[in-house]
Structure formats: C-alpha cells, structure tokens
T-cell receptor, first 115, second 115 residues
Framework: DTAVSQTPKYLVTQMGNDKSIKCEQN?????MYWYKQDSKKFLKIMFS???????INETVPNRFSPKSPDKAHLNLHINSLELGDSAVYFC??????????????FGPGTRLTVL | AQTVTQSQPEMSVQEAETVTLSCTYD???????LFWYKQPPSRQMILVIR????KQQNATENRFSVNFQKAAKSFSLKISDSQLGDAAMYFC????????????WGAGTKLIIKP
C-alpha cells in the first residue's frame, strides 16, 4: 500500500490556468507538508498543516492555496499559473511530536510544467 | 535562524569504494535532529539515516554511517562499498527538537557512481 500518494504525477498546462494537486497519506500522521523543488533540486517548504490547521505558511504567492479537508488529505490549488511555477511539488507527512525525530515520508512528487 | 550547508554540489566514486558527503549546519540549539535523505532519478525522497543530537554514538544503517561532530556542527555521510543503486541526490536536513516540525534542507549533493 502506498504510504503517501499524489495525483497527478505529471501535469502539463498553459499559463493562466488553475490546477490542483491532491495528496493523501494512509500512515495516520497528523502533519502534512507541501514542498517545491526547483530545477536546481533545491527543496523549499511551502505549507504545513497539523490536524487540519495551517502551521507553516512560507512566503509563497497567494495564488497557491492549500486545503486540508481532513488530516489524511492536503491538496494544493494553484490559480493563474505562471512559467515560474514549473517545478516538482512534493507532499510529505509526519507524526509530529516534540522531542522525537518526526521522520517525514514523501509522496512521489508531481512534475508541473507550465507552457 | 538555522542553516544547512552542503558544500559539494557533485561527487563521484568508483563502484565498491567509499565516499563521504559533507554537511555542516548552524544552530544555537542543543536539542535537534539531523537526517540524510536520498533522491534517486525516480525522484522519490527516501530517508537514509538519522541522528539525534543528544546521542554521542554515530548512527549506522548497513553500508551508511554518519560522522556526527556536534561541537563542529558537522554531519557527514559515509557510504561504504558503493553500489550503482546509490547514485542519487543526497540531501542533509536539520530539525529543531521542539520546533513546528519544519525541516531545514541543504542544497544537495549529486552522487555519481562509476562502474
């Protein structure tokens, strides 16, 4: 069984469109994350939710909006896509407890290409 | 703020030999966790090894071991008996002991295995 799944794995779209990426984890974790990995492979945290509550909201354009309907799901909606949004987007989850290592488990990534 | 530095953008090693990837970090905290993640061409992020800062003993996982030097704020990864399947990007990451669970990532090191 897949622990952290993302759909779609590949997304090609035109500038200006609106798209969503879905993420689900079946690990029973209470914290989920969205990362962006650029062409230089640099990983940047975008958002984190703990029990459906937003706890990390890094400086990203407000065209990006995360939504967590329950603690097993964290979706990412992107409005008015731009060329610079092309990247690989990773979802991850962890069981967040202070003073434990809280290993993060990653999804397979979604490669977004904006034309 | 904490930072993680991987000074080697790319490393190469002959198959069956040993290679060490370097990672240094900057923090004023005494309680934290360090990780090495591997990202093969499939782009799946996989945890390789972790280290709790309060543990003096270096972590080991089969052919992977770390050299954790807390005073020097250094956390290098040693891969023994390198195999073709070890070819990947390797990321070093830091997590505060009581933070909001955010990982601070290094820029990554691309490891090439020569047959």
């Amino acid at each position: 069984d897949t622990a952290v799944s993302q759909t779609p794995k590949y997304l090609v779209t035109q500038m200006g469109n609106d798209k969503s990426i879905k993420c689900e984890q079946n690990l029973g974790h209470d914290t989920m994350y969205w990362y962006k990995q650029d062409s230089k492979k640099f990983l940047k945290i975008m958002f984190s939710y703990n029990n459906k509550e937003l706890i990390i909201n890094e400086t990203v354009p407000n065209r990006f909006s995360p939504k967590s309907p329950d603690k097993a799901h964290l979706n990412l909606h992107i409005n008015s896509l731009e060329l610079g949004d092309s990247a690989v987007y990773f979802c991850a989850s962890s069981q967040a407890r202070a003073y434990t290592d809280n290993e993060q488990f990653f999804g397979p990534g979604t490669r977004l290409t904006v034309l | 703020a904490q930072t993680v530095t991987q000074s080697q953008p790319e490393m190469s090693v002959q198959e069956a030999e040993t290679v060490t990837l370097s990672c240094t970090y900057d923090t004023s905290e005494s309680d934290y966790y360090l990780f090495w993640y591997k990202q093969p061409p499939s782009r799946q992020m996989i945890l390789v090894i972790r280290q709790e800062a309060y543990k003096q003993q270096n972590a080991t996982e089969n052919r992977f071991s770390v050299n954790f030097q807390k005073a020097a704020k250094s956390f290098s990864l040693k891969i023994s008996d390198s195999q073709l399947g070890d070819a990947a990007m390797y990321f070093c990451a830091y997590r505060s002991g009581d933070s909001n669970y955010q990982l601070i990532w290094g820029a990554g090191t691309k490891l090439i295995i020569k047959p």
